[in-house]
């Protein structure tokens, strides 16, 4: 199933060039600038909160690696990949792309970092027990997000980060789960990870 994508693509065996590359092979352009603004932003989150800003970055370049396969192949190609599927990625498949990502990361950027990996395949619903890596990489993905404009929660999460990453993290998933409370589905990694920073911002925030 990967051989269709790498069809034309000419890696140079360096990133992000490699990662522009092959999002404009399958006419995702906006996806690759998205990609790159989240990278850069990623490890400047990382060198602020001290997580490794290559690692960061890396993340960030691939995370949305997945935006080539469409939302109605995405079921398909996670059963094929063996992927764990939730009843609600099955409602809603484009909570799969995070998944997928890292499956491409792996077997077409040839990533192996578990660290790397792990933060590719949270950046949407983040997840319980959430690494530091994981953090930075899905804060930076909310704020370098891919709608037009600004995201109304920014300068509050902004002003929280200057603090606190677990705070600036809360932001946006207070924000979500109100939007989330009249359409869509409430990812179960997102449930636990809120509840989980609540916990610990109640006790004493990172
Ligand atoms: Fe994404
Ligand atoms: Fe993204």
Same mark, same amino acid.
């Given at each position: 199933m990967i051989q269709q994508w790498i069809e034309n693509f000419s890696p140079k065996d360096s990133l992000p060039g490699d990662m522009v590359q092959f999002l404009k092979l399958h006419g995702h352009p906006k996806t690759a600038a998205h990609c790159h603004a989240v990278g850069k932003k990623a490890a400047e989150i990382a060198r602020q909160y001290a997580a490794d800003p290559r690692q960061a970055q890396t993340a960030g370049w691939l995370h949305? +690696?997945?935006? #080539? +396969?469409p939302n109605p192949e995405r079921l398909e190609f996670a059963r094929a990949h063996n992927l764990e599927i939730l009843t609600e990625e099955t409602a809603f498949p484009m909570l799969l792309h995070q998944k997928i990502s890292v499956v491409l990361a792996q077997? +077409?950027?040839? #990533?192996?970092d578990p660290t790397i990996l792990s933060a590719i395949g949270c950046h949407t619903t983040l997840k319980p027990q959430s690494s530091l890596l994981d953090r930075v990489v899905f804060l930076a993905d909310k704020i370098a997000w891919d709608q037009p404009g600004q995201p109304p929660y920014l300068p509050e999460l902004l002003a929280a980060l200057e603090t606190s990453l677990d705070n600036a993290i809360l932001v946006y998933l207070d924000y979500l789960w109100e939007i989330l409370a009249t359409s869509g589905v409430r990812h179960p990694w997102f449930i636990q990870a809120r509840n989980e920073l609540h916990a610990s911002s109640t006790a004493g925030s990172f």
């Open positions: 949305d +690696i997945s935006a #080539v +396969i077997q +077409i950027f040839n #990533v192996t």
